[in-house]
């Protein structure tokens, strides 16, 4: 069975950080690539960061560059988003994100699996 766990949200101050943590099982954790994403409140989910399997190559979307990182432990079948410098407008659930497409016999397939996210919340 498929599972993708997050942890790691909660309150915090503007300017401070928090590490959020996604740990992953059943499936080949290594195999996939790994994102974050998040949801405000009548909004559309939308990618914060993403890490490729293999090499890590890893991207970010324009308003977390500088403050946010994604990284993963294939040891520990874990995804992590550091997230320093904290903003009020970061504030929505984050959920984690398992995704891979694999091509058979010219036919493709395409996985893709959610956590079920845990709410950042930046206030003062």
């Known amino acids: 069975q498929v599972q993708l766990v997050e942890s790691g949200g909660g309150l915090v101050q503007p300017g401070g950080s928090l590490r959020l943590s996604c740990a992953a099982s059943?499936?080949?954790?290594?195999?996939?690539?790994m994102s974050w994403y998040r949801q405000e409140p009548g909004k559309e989910r939308e990618l914060v960061a993403r890490i490729t399997s293999g090499d890590g190559i890893t991207n970010y979307a324009d308003s977390v560059k500088g403050r946010f990182t994604i990284s993963r432990d294939n040891a520990k079948n874990t995804v992590y988003l550091q997230m320093n410098s904290l903003k009020p407008e970061d504030t929505a659930v984050y959920y984690c994100?398992?995704?891979?497409?694999?091509?058979?016999?010219?036919?493709?397939?395409?996985?893709?699996?959610w956590g079920q996210g845990t709410q950042v919340t930046v206030s003062s």
């Open positions: 059943g499936f080949i954790f290594s195999s996939y690539a």
């Open positions: 994100n398992a995704d891979r497409t694999t091509i058979i016999l010219s036919r493709r397939y395409d996985y893709n699996h």
